[in-house]
């Protein structure tokens, strides 16, 4: 089936076969076989990026879309992080001892996030959506978490559950869900269990879960209902932070203030950084022998001075980039206009969803009439086979994304755009042929 692909990357094909022998299904992370496998394929081994291009150990380019896991809101290989990082390296890229980066890089956030009155740095976002809810337990004395179905907040045991169709697998422990942007089935769920709930953690904008913006005001009907019932809200800004804005998204663009958030991705710039923090009186129950708290923090590497100066360069680069982001978000909403426009006129039963420079497209069972507006709906309609094989004929279009594309970056160009569409286009036809 991806005859070219396969020609083309007989480098990747022998680092694939040694993969398997030593890491479960190849990888290190379950999505970066990037479902080639489905295709009788494997993933390209990427050896070098630049801007918004990568290119494989077989030389292949490919315009890069997944952009580091949507961390790459400056493109690869940013002059100016790049120096930040190589500048700290020289004098010693790690102690484990407080360090002044870390301090610079915490005022800089605050002034620009007020909502983090205190946070925490940590090396992943996982680890920070896992110390976020574990803090909303501690201040309710509640134990139960609630989540929207396809919610991805990382692997940790807390939250890693409901995230894929038909969201049938049992929570580790002490969680429930409801579908976003559907308020019978958030009011069902407070009904259920609104006396114990101790914190609800959402995505302002949906990402691994299908790309879906709130929809009239969700977010501010979700802060009320959270509020009046003393229920924590957590939002994760992991994709959403510093994505659409100079800052972050749940506040200023949809109009709801979290008591806790997350940050991670493009605030560092591809290095491994998780932020959690807010309300003061949250967390306060972090620190060492506070009343009423238990063990909240750690990690060899958190706050790590690569990423803090990473993060330092990012902030830097952002603010002076702060107006360029009506032209990246333009940019993203024109592409996925165009892209459903499309789609439409072949007939084909995929959709592109998303908000401003995040597009997800997603192969379904039928076509769609009307917009896709929920996790629930999208699970529904899901094809997961059909999803893997429109990403390998992706691949072979040199189109290089997951959940069917990913994020531009202000270093992607209009022809990338065209070419982009172009090889969805090609990769439809060549599906139904
Ligand atoms: C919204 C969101 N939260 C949390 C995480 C977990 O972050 P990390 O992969 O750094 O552990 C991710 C990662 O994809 C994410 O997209």
Same mark, same amino acid.
């Given at each position: 089936?991806?005859?070219?692909?396969?020609?083309?990357?007989?480098?990747?094909?022998?680092?694939?076969?040694?993969?398997?022998?030593?890491?479960?299904?190849?990888?290190?992370?379950?999505?970066?076989?990037?479902?080639?496998?489905?295709?009788?394929?494997?993933?390209?081994?990427?050896?070098?990026?630049?801007?918004?291009?990568?290119?494989?150990?077989?030389?292949?380019?490919?315009?890069?879309?997944?952009?580091?896991?949507?961390?790459?809101?400056?493109?690869?290989?940013?002059?100016?992080?790049?120096?930040? +990082?190589? =500048?700290?390296?020289?004098? $010693?890229?790690? %102690? #484990?001892?407080?360090?002044?980066?870390?301090?610079?890089? !915490?005022?800089?956030?605050?002034?620009?996030?007020?909502?983090?009155?205190?946070?925490?740095?940590?090396?992943?976002?996982?680890?920070?959506?896992?110390?976020?809810?574990?803090?909303?337990?501690?201040?309710?004395?509640?134990?139960?978490?609630?989540?929207?179905?396809?919610?991805?907040?990382?692997?940790?045991?807390?939250?890693?559950?409901?995230?894929?169709?038909?969201?049938?697998?049992?929570?580790?422990?002490?969680?429930?869900?409801?579908?976003?942007?559907?308020?019978?089935?958030?009011?069902?769920?407070?009904?259920?269990?609104?006396?114990?709930?101790?914190?609800?953690?959402?995505?302002?904008?949906?990402?691994?879960?299908?790309?879906?913006?709130?929809?009239?005001?969700?977010?501010?009907?979700?802060?009320?209902?959270?509020?009046?019932?003393?229920?924590?809200? +957590?939002? =994760?800004?992991?994709?959403? $932070?510093?994505? %659409? #804005?100079?800052?972050?998204?749940?506040?200023?663009?949809? !109009?709801?203030?979290?008591?806790?958030?997350?940050?991670?991705?493009?605030?560092?710039?591809?290095?491994?950084?998780?932020?959690?923090?807010?309300?003061?009186?949250?967390?306060?129950?972090?620190?060492?022998?506070?009343?009423?708290?238990?063990?909240?923090?750690?990690?060899?590497?958190?706050?790590?001075?690569?990423?803090?100066?990473?993060?330092?360069?990012?902030?830097?680069?952002?603010?002076?980039?702060?107006?360029?982001?009506?032209?990246?978000?333009?940019?993203?909403?024109?592409?996925?206009?165009?892209?459903?426009?499309?789609?439409?006129?072949?007939?084909?039963?995929?959709?592109?969803?998303?908000?401003?420079?995040?597009?997800?497209?997603?192969?379904?069972?039928?076509?769609?009439?009307?917009?896709?507006?929920?996790?629930?709906?999208?699970?529904?309609?899901?094809?997961? =086979?059909?999803?893997?094989?429109?990403?390998?004929?992706?691949?072979?279009?040199?189109?290089?994304?997951?959940? !069917?594309?990913?994020?531009?970056?202000?270093?992607?160009?209009?022809?990338?755009?065209?070419?982009?569409?172009?090889?969805?286009?090609?990769?439809?036809?060549?599906?139904?042929?």
């Amino acid at each position: 089936m991806l005859e070219d692909y396969n020609s083309r990357t007989k480098k990747s094909k022998a680092l694939w076969k040694r993969a398997v022998t030593l890491f479960p299904g190849g990888v290190s992370h379950n999505i970066r076989d990037f479902g080639m496998p489905s295709c009788g394929s494997y993933p390209p081994y990427i050896s070098r990026g630049q801007g918004g291009h990568i290119w494989d150990v077989d030389g292949n380019e490919y315009i890069d879309w997944w952009m580091t896991h949507y961390s790459l809101i400056l493109g690869h290989n940013d002059p100016v992080v790049k120096k930040a +990082i190589s =500048d700290q390296v020289e004098a $010693g890229h790690h %102690f #484990r001892i407080p360090n002044e980066p870390q301090v610079k890089y !915490g005022e800089q956030l605050k002034e620009v996030v007020p909502l983090l009155e205190k946070m925490r740095f940590t090396a992943t976002g996982s680890e920070s959506t896992m110390y976020a809810v574990r803090l909303a337990r501690l201040f309710t004395k509640r134990k139960l978490i609630g989540k929207t179905l396809g919610g991805w907040h990382g692997g940790n045991d807390a939250l890693t559950y409901h995230m894929g169709h038909p969201y049938s697998d049992a929570p580790f422990y002490n969680g429930v869900s409801f579908d976003y942007n559907n308020r019978e089935s958030l009011d069902e769920m407070l009904k259920k269990h609104g006396k114990d709930l101790a914190g609800i953690i959402v995505e302002p904008v949906i990402g691994a879960g299908g790309g879906i913006p709130p929809e009239d005001d969700f977010l501010v009907y979700l802060r009320e209902e959270t509020a009046s019932r003393d229920i924590l809200l +957590i939002f =994760d800004e992991i994709i959403t $932070g510093f994505r %659409f #804005r100079f800052g972050t998204a749940g506040d200023k663009l949809f !109009g709801a203030e979290p008591d806790l958030l997350t940050l991670g991705k493009a605030a560092a710039g591809g290095m491994p950084l998780g932020v959690y923090g807010g309300r003061e009186d949250v967390m306060a129950l972090a620190a060492a022998g506070a009343e009423g708290g238990r063990w909240v923090g750690g990690g060899t590497f958190s706050s790590h001075p690569l990423t803090m100066a990473a993060g330092l360069a990012v902030l830097k680069r952002l603010r002076e980039k702060k107006k360029e982001y009506v032209r990246l978000n333009k940019m993203g909403d024109s592409f996925r206009e165009r892209l459903n426009e499309m789609l439409q006129e072949m007939n084909a039963p995929l959709t592109g969803t998303g908000y401003g420079s995040i597009t997800f497209v997603s192969h379904l069972t039928k076509v769609l009439e009307g917009p896709l507006k929920t996790p629930g709906q999208l699970g529904a309609l899901f094809d997961h =086979d059909k999803q893997d094989i429109f990403q390998g004929y992706l691949m072979q279009e040199g189109v290089f994304g997951y959940h !069917g594309l990913g994020a531009l970056s202000f270093t992607h160009s209009e022809e990338d755009v065209e070419k982009t569409l172009a090889g969805i286009s090609n990769a439809v036809r060549n599906m139904t042929c």
